[in-house]
T-cell receptor, first 109, second 114 residues
């Protein structure tokens, strides 16, 4: 069974702080995606990374794909209350998406 | 507006009473799937469909049925619901299963079986 482990599972920090969420596996993925889910809604795609070592930025969010394409990280700079939500990583080893359990992030004003 | 529509949003039912959760997408996507989301377990795939009349089991298919008679619709059927099927359910669709394919999700159906 292929697993994607996310850490931490829960993170509560003050507005303005920086944070990093990790997504790790022993499997190699052709791509890795990060989704964000708000209460009462389905997940929404933030970014897809495909190439080992790839870095993508989305405003204050920085996503990195590991060189070996087995892991990824999401770094948020100067977190805002609007960043609050459940962050999910999803890897595609071949065709099916494998999902991490998610990181619940709360940014306090 | 491109969307995946699930109904109902909330459902409380009793053990053994058959129910159907509907899912419809307007993006002409070939691939559709059903997930359940439980605290600490993330999204687990129940069934998926790669095209009309083509369905296959995901990771947790026991107790569920699906059908894909039309491209846009992918209903989830619980023939005899049990309390362990209490969960948050999501339908998703995508254009394909390529490396960069984006999954579009419905708003979810919160099911409680008593």
């Amino acid at each position: 069974t292929q697993l994607l482990e996310q850490s931490p599972q829960f993170l509560s920090i003050q507005e303005g702080e920086n944070l990093t969420v990790y997504c790790n596996s022993s499997s190699v993925f052709s791509s890795l995606q990060w989704y964000r889910q708000e209460p009462g809604e389905g997940p929404v795609l933030l970014v897809t990374v495909v190439t080992g070592g790839e870095v993508k930025k989305l405003k204050r969010l920085t996503f990195q794909f590991g060189d070996a394409r087995k892991d990824s990280s999401l770094h948020i700079t100067a977190a805002q209350p609007g960043d609050t939500g459940l962050y999910l990583c999803a890897g595609r080893p071949r065709y099916q998406l494998i999902w991490g359990a998610g990181t619940k992030l709360i940014i306090k004003p | 507006e491109a969307q995946v529509t699930q109904n109902p949003r909330y459902l409380i039912t009793v053990t053994g009473k058959k129910l159907t959760v509907t899912c419809s997408q307007n993006m002409n996507h070939e691939y559709m799937s059903w997930y359940r989301q439980d605290p600490g377990l993330g999204l687990r795939q129940i069934y998926y469909s790669m095209n009309v009349e083509v369905t296959d089991k995901g990771d947790v298919p026991e107790g569920y049925k699906v059908s894909r008679k039309e491209k846009r619709n992918f209903p989830l059927i619980l023939e005899s619901p049990s309390p362990n099927q209490t969960s948050l359910y999501f339908c998703a669709s995508s254009a394909g299963q390529g490396a960069t394919s984006e999954a579009f999700f419905g708003q979810g159906t919160r099911l409680t079986v008593v």
